[in-house]
């Protein structure tokens, strides 16, 4: 196969992948909302789900396609080198300012995709209303579906 053809296999399949993203992205959000907003559309207890996956499941794959457009970026990069450096070089004619940029670039982005290994949550103490209120139910007279103990 020729570099152009390549080049246009690997841009089509990109784009397949950013609409993706975007598409489970907006369901997550949208479609299959979490918690308490669940709770207030479609009553306590009820499940979402679509095609048989719940919102967690979605975020997996959400992940994975994420992933695999890093891989195809990458190669897309890799295709694209002469023209990476072509662009450096008309940007500028110092070897230490072109070398300067793509190093600052390259520790962004591995800054960027290393940012959830090294962060840690903030624990607090939970409030009414938020998360999935395990161990409040008790202390509310509520059962395990919402309806009230005897």
Do not use: D
């Amino acid at each position: 196969m020729k570099k152009p053809l390549w080049n246009l296999v690997i841009e089509a399949v990109m784009a397949l992948q950013i609409g993706a993203l975007a598409g489970i992205g907006f369901l997550i959000k949208f479609v299959l909302v979490p918690g308490e907003e669940r709770n207030v559309l479609y009553g306590r207890g009820m499940a979402l789900r679509l095609l048989g996956l719940e919102r967690h499941e979605w975020g997996t794959i959400h992940m994975w396609i994420g992933i695999s457009l890093l891989a195809i970026l990458v190669l897309h990069i890799i295709l694209h080198w002469g023209q990476i450096l072509g662009l450096l070089c008309a940007v500028s004619r110092s070897l230490a300012v072109r070398l300067a940029m793509v190093l600052g670039v390259l520790l962004l982005a591995a800054l960027l995709m290393s940012f959830p290994l090294w962060v840690k949550p903030e624990i607090t103490a939970g409030k009414g209303g938020e998360g999935h209120g395990w161990g409040q139910r008790e202390g509310r007279g509520l059962g395990p579906l919402g309806g009230t103990i005897p």
